[in-house]
C-alpha cells in the first residue's frame, strides 16, 4: 500500500492484512528532504511475545525508529 501527500515523502507500507489497521493509525508522515537518503520510518507498534515461556507476558510497545530503506553491505569484508 502507498500513501501519499504533495510535499511529504511516499510512505510505503507492506505486512499482515490483520495488523494494517492497527500500523496505520500509527504512521507519521515526513515532509520531503527531512529525512537522510533512503530512510525510512517505522511506525510504533506492539509485538507478540511469540518466545515459549513469555507468550503470558502480552505484547511490548516497539516506539518508532529509524531504518536504511535497503540492505546495507561493505564489499570488501572478509569472511568470518
Same mark, same amino acid.
Given at each position: 500500500?502507498?500513501?501519499?501527500?504533495?510535499?511529504?515523502?511516499?510512505?510505503?507500507?507492506?505486512?499482515?492484512?490483520?495488523?494494517?489497521?492497527?500500523?496505520?493509525?500509527?504512521?507519521?508522515?515526513?515532509? &520531503?528532504?527531512?529525512?537522510?537518503?533512503?530512510?525510512?520510518?517505522?511506525?510504533?507498534?506492539?509485538?507478540?511475545?511469540?518466545?515459549?515461556?513469555?507468550?503470558?507476558?502480552?505484547?511490548?510497545?516497539?516506539?518508532?525508529?529509524?531504518?536504511?530503506?535497503?540492505?546495507?553491505?561493505?564489499?570488501?569484508?572478509?569472511? &568470518?
Amino acid at each position: 500500500m502507498e500513501i501519499r501527500k504533495k510535499g511529504y515523502q511516499t510512505i510505503e507500507f507492506a505486512g499482515p492484512g490483520q495488523f494494517v489497521g492497527k500500523i496505520v493509525q500509527h504512521l507519521r508522515m515526513d515532509a &520531503l528532504g527531512t529525512l537522510a537518503k533512503n530512510m525510512v520510518r517505522i511506525p510504533t507498534t506492539t509485538t507478540a511475545m511469540n518466545i515459549v515461556g513469555l507468550e503470558q507476558h502480552g505484547g511490548k510497545e516497539v516506539p518508532e525508529f529509524l531504518m536504511d530503506k535497503f540492505e546495507v553491505r561493505t564489499r570488501n569484508t572478509k569472511p &568470518l
